[in-house]
């Protein structure tokens, strides 16, 4: 009998546990929507992550990453470093794109199909977009062209 209260008790905690990260992540995405919203940006990615690495940023001498966020995600510190408002990126990767020091932003970003993508350079970014425009035309032309074999059983009786 002490073992099931045991065990019991210990499913009460981690539903416990579950419980409070479930409310956190609700009360994050509300957070979040009620700071998009008024600036009409539309998220593309379910989850994500960006860094910044303090050692190699020279926002202090270019501000490129500041000028170019949508979302104002990035700002600066009163101790002149930029900072992140976590809640206000998107996961864009423009501030990737014009940082003129290679991994010194980093982003991952989940998509809603559970793909995560990483990225700390402008070229791995372009390679990332880039792969992702090619998937697209590949499935648009699919969709419009038929396949080969397709293709034999419409138009074969007619060549002979």
């Known amino acids: 009998m002490e073992r099931q209260k045991a065990g019991s008790s210990g499913s009460t905690v981690s539903d416990i546990f579950s419980m ?16 998009l919203t008024p600036l009409g940006v539309k998220e593309f990615f379910v989850d994500g992550r960006i860094t910044i690495n303090k050692r190699t ?11 170019v ?5 990035l700002y600066w510190q009163f101790t002149g470093e ?14 990737v794109l014009n940082c003129i020091v290679d991994d010194c932003i980093r ?17 791995a970014f372009t390679m990332l977009e880039h792969s992702i425009n090619t998937r697209k035309r590949l499935e648009r032309v699919r969709a419009v062209f ?5 293709y034999l059983k419409l138009y074969k009786p007619l060549m002979t």
């Open 82 to 95: 930029v900072g992140i408002t976590e809640e206000l990126c998107i996961y864009c990767g423009a501030c």
């Open 69 to 73: 966020c949508p979302t104002n995600a």
């Open 107 to 123: 982003v991952m970003r989940k998509r809603e199909n559970g793909e995560i993508e990483r990225f700390s350079t402008p070229r």
């Open 57 to 67: 940023c020279k926002g202090v001498e270019c501000k490129l990453c500041i000028k």
């Open 20 to 35: 409070l990260v479930e409310t956190s992540q609700r009360e994050k995405q509300k957070r979040r929507q009620e700071l």
């Open 146 to 150: 038929p396949t080969a074999t397709d």
